[in-house]
C-alpha cells in the first residue's frame, strides 16, 4: 500500500521536515507496526499543485490512499479537495492548527493518521467486544481505531514524535481476562501499576463503538478524564475530516460515500439484488435472559434427517438428524406427499401411507404393508381395505 502526502500547509511545514517525519513514519511502520500486524504501507511525499488547494495535478496523488497536511481547520475545503480531485481514494487529515491546540507535534498526529488508514482505510470495520461500562453486561461492536485508546503516548525515533497504537490481541479477549502473554500496545505502559487490558482504556484516550442495543455509536474515556474529553471535543470540530466523526455519524458516512461514488456522465445504476434468507431465526429467550438465536433448518424435497428417512417439501426439523415427530418413520420409511404419522403414531419399515392418508396416534401398519388411498386407521385396528 502506498499512502500520498500531500502538503497543503503553505510552508508552515516545509518539504525538508516533512521529508524527515516520513522517514521516521516508514521505520515504525516497517520495524514497528508490521512486524505485529502484518500490514505493510510506504508513505511518500507527492507534488504539490498550487500555492492554493483548488485543483490537482498527476504528480499529487500516486498511491492507494492519501493524506493531507492542512495549515488550518478549513473543513468545507479540505474535503472539497479531496472529492474534486481524488474522490474514491482513501483519505486522512492532519490539521497542524489542531496539533497546536493540542499541544502536540503534528509528527505524532501524521504517524496516528497513517497507522489508522492502513488498520481500516474506509473506517467500516468493528470488532465485537464488551461494554467498556461494567455496569452494562453485554457485547457491542468497537471500531478498529488503531490509536483512540493509546492516543496520548507517543515515542521517538531519530528525535521525532510518533504515536502509541495497539497491538492485534487488544481486539480479543474479555473484560476480566486477556489472551495469555497478551500485549495490548506497542509501549506497555503502566498506570497505577496495570497495563492496557484488552478492549480498555489508557489516560487521555477513548474508544467509539456501536450499541446494537440502542442503536447509537457512542465514544466512552476513562472517568473524569479532561485531557481526553478536549482531545476527543477538539478533533469533533473537524467534522468529516475526522475519522471518528465518520465512524459515530451514519449521515456522515452516507454524505462521503455518495460523494466517493458519484455517478459519471453516461452511466445507469444497477439493478437492486433480488434475494432470500437461507434460514429462519427465532430467539430464545428476552432481554437478559436472552442466549441468542436458534436456527431452524427448512428441509426440501429430498433431504433426510435421520439415517434413511426422507421428508417431502415442506416438512421442517428445529434439529437436523432428528425424526418430524416422537415416533416418527423407522429406517427405510417414507412420507408420500402430504402424509404425516400423528403424535406416537410410528411406521415400520417399508410401510408408507398412499397418498392423502394418515396415522393415527397408536396406529401401526404391519411390516410391509400399506393403507390404501383415503383410508384412515383407527386407534389399535385399520379400516379399509389393505392392498
Not at 457491542?140 to 521525532?160: H, N, T
Not at 463503538?209 to 485531557?227: C, V
Request: aromatic fraction near 8%; charged fraction near 25%; proline fraction near 5%.
Amino acid at each position: 500500500m502506498i499512502i500520498s502526502i500531500v502538503n497543503h500547509t503553505n510552508g508552515k511545514v516545509t518539504d525538508e521536515e516533512l521529508q524527515t517525519a516520513i522517514r521516521v513514519i516508514n521505520r515504525q511502520i516497517a520495524e514497528d507496526f508490521t512486524p505485529y500486524w502484518s500490514l505493510a504501507a510506504t508513505l511518500r511525499l507527492e507534488g504539490r499543485s498550487a500555492s492554493q488547494p483548488d485543483s490537482a495535478q498527476a504528480a499529487d496523488m500516486r498511491g492507494d490512499a492519501v493524506i493531507y497536511l492542512w495549515d488550518k481547520s478549513d473543513v468545507e475545503g479540505a474535503l472539497g479537495y479531496h472529492f474534486q480531485n481524488n474522490r474514491g481514494i482513501p483519505f486522512g487529515f492532519v490539521f497542524t492548527s489542531i496539533a497546536e491546540e493540542l499541544g502536540e507535534p503534528w509528527s505524532i498526529t501524521l504517524s496516528h493518521e497513517a497507522l489508522e488508514l492502513i488498520g481500516d482505510a474506509e473506517t467500516n470495520q468493528l470488532a465485537i467486544g464488551p461494554h467498556p461500562d461494567p455496569a452494562q453486561d453485554r457485547s457491542v461492536f468497537f471500531w478498529f481505531e488503531m490509536c483512540d485508546a493509546v492516543e496520548a503516548e507517543s515515542y521517538e525515533i531519530e528525535g521525532v514524535k510518533v504515536s502509541n497504537f495497539l497491538l492485534p490481541l487488544y481486539f480479543t479477549g474479555t473484560r476480566d481476562n486477556d489472551e495469555p502473554g497478551a500485549r495490548n500496545d506497542y509501549l506497555g505502559r503502566a498506570h497505577k501499576g496495570q497495563t492496557l487490558r484488552s478492549f480498555g482504556i489508557n489516560p487521555g484516550g477513548y474508544v467509539g463503538f456501536f450499541d446494537p442495543q440502542t442503536g447509537k455509536n457512542e465514544t466512552y474515556s476513562l472517568r473524569a478524564d479532561a485531557a481526553a474529553k478536549q482531545r476527543y471535543e477538539t478533533k469533533c470540530e473537524v467534522r468529516e475530516a475526522y475519522r471518528g466523526y465518520r465512524y459515530a455519524t451514519p449521515e456522515a458516512r452516507e454524505k462521503l460515500q455518495r460523494k466517493g461514488t458519484g455517478r459519471r456522465a453516461g452511466t445507469t445504476s444497477r439493478p437492486a439484488m433480488v434475494v432470500e434468507s437461507l434460514t429462519e431465526t427465532a430467539e430464545t429467550g428476552t432481554g437478559a435472559e436472552r442466549h441468542g438465536t436458534l436456527k431452524v433448518v427448512p428441509y426440501g424435497k429430498g433431504t433426510t434427517g435421520s439415517k434413511g428417512t426422507t421428508f417431502e417439501k415442506g416438512a421442517t426439523l428445529k434439529t437436523p438428524g432428528k425424526a418430524a415427530a416422537k415416533g416418527g418413520p423407522a429406517k427405510g420409511g417414507a412420507f408420500v406427499k402430504g402424509a404425516a404419522p400423528a403424535k406416537g403414531g410410528a411406521i415400520a419399515k417399508g410401510a408408507a401411507p398412499a397418498k392423502g392418508g394418515a396415522f393415527v396416534k397408536g396406529a401401526a401398519p404391519a411390516k410391509g404393508k400399506a393403507l390404501a388411498r383415503g383410508a384412515r386407521s383407527s386407534r389399535g385396528g385399520s379400516k379399509g381395505r389393505a392392498r
